[in-house]
């Protein structure tokens, strides 16, 4: 199993570009996150979902936009990327929020 | 308002002495609580989890509702144990997610 995938590793755009980061898993997860990680923030929740087709905001969802067709695939869109998206982006999986989440390796964004 | 508070964002120790790294929480319904580490160069990873009530790599933590607290505690450090540590909050009813908290980063000196 590969567990958590995540591209890219590392990404740089320009201030109202537009991207999708990659999150997929192959562990029938049925619940998935995307959190961001900033120095002195620890990690915040920005989407998740709890089943293809179900999707929720979490604490910091503005300027991001998700959609869960399949149970494997969660991708996070920036839609007009800004200078304080600038972050690392983490998506977790688990089979439900009873269970232990799973971390993909990270995207390292850097808005310019 | 539900919300993980880890006060310390340093905390150094040296090799073979106690380690405790405090977690308090605000939360109205029943608490299950978490604490997740993050190596050098690795992926974030669950260490423990209350309800297990289990030792993992010589690290416990007792939830005290009586202080909203789950202090994650090893008696003697070693230099392996220096990575972040999350203390997370599973909230439950309506949006189910986990709210972390700020992280601890923990370096244990030789």
């Known amino acids: 199993n590969a567990g958590v995938t995540q591209t890219p590793k590392f990404q740089v755009l320009k201030t109202g570009q537009s991207m999708t980061l990659q999150c997929a898993q192959d562990?029938?997860?049925?619940?998935m996150s995307w959190y961001r990680q900033d120095p002195g923030m620890g990690l915040r929740l920005i989407h998740y979902s709890v089943g293809a087709g179900i999707t929720d905001q979490g604490e910091v969802p503005n300027g991001y936009n998700v959609s869960r067709s399949t149970t494997e695939d969660f991708p996070l869109r920036l839609l007009s990327a800004a200078p304080s998206q600038t972050s690392v982006y983490f998506c977790?999986?688990?089979?439900?929020?009873?269970?232990?989440?799973?971390f993909g390796p990270g995207t390292r964004l850097t808005v310019l | 308002a539900q919300r993980v508070t880890q006060p310390e964002k340093l905390l150094s120790v040296f090799k073979g002495a106690p380690v405790e790294l405090k977690c308090n929480y605000s939360?109205?319904?029943?608490?299950?609580l978490f604490w997740y580490v993050q190596y050098s160069r690795q992926r974030l990873q669950l260490l423990l989890r209350h309800i297990s009530r289990e030792s993992i790599k010589g690290f416990t933590a007792d939830l005290n509702k009586g202080e909203t607290s789950f202090h994650l505690k090893k008696p003697f450090a070693q230099e392996e144990d220096s990575a972040m540590y999350y203390c997370a909050l599973r909230i439950r009813g309506g949006s189910e997610k986990l709210v972390f908290g700020k992280g601890t980063k923990l370096t244990v000196n030789p």
């Open positions: 977790a999986s688990s089979y439900s929020i009873f269970n232990e989440q799973f």
């Open positions: 939360y109205s319904g029943s608490p299950e």
């Open positions: 562990m029938n997860h049925e619940y």
